[in-house]
């Protein structure tokens, strides 16, 4: 599913696009699995006084960052 959106980054409107966070799917009526990526090809920082978590392993390609900032945590299960 393609989809752009604009959402405010505590300074200004970004628009994104494809990079919410899908709904949870499965077989049938289930709704019990939420995907993600396996590398970072982007670097990204996490918002100031949030947490991420991600389901591993994850490549982070060279020239790419994760920022995390003070206070926050980035938790790979």
């Given amino acids: 599913m393609a989809y752009t959106s604009r959402v ?3 300074t200004q409107w970004v628009d994104i696009s ?3 966070p899908k709904i949870a799917t499965g077989g049938g009526t289930d709704s019990v699995f939420f995907e993600n990526g396996q590398t970072v090809t982007t670097s990204y920082s996490i918002s100031t006084g949030k947490n ?3 389901a591993g ?3 982070i390609q060279n020239g790419a960052t994760v920022t995390i900032p003070s ?3 980035w938790v790979v299960v």
Avoid: F, Q, R
Wanted: charged share 5%.
């Fill in 52 to 54: 991420a978590i991600t």
């Fill in 57 to 59: 392993p994850i490549n």
């Fill in 8 to 10: 405010w980054d505590g």
């Fill in 18 to 20: 494809n990079s919410l």
């Fill in 71 to 73: 206070g926050s945590t």
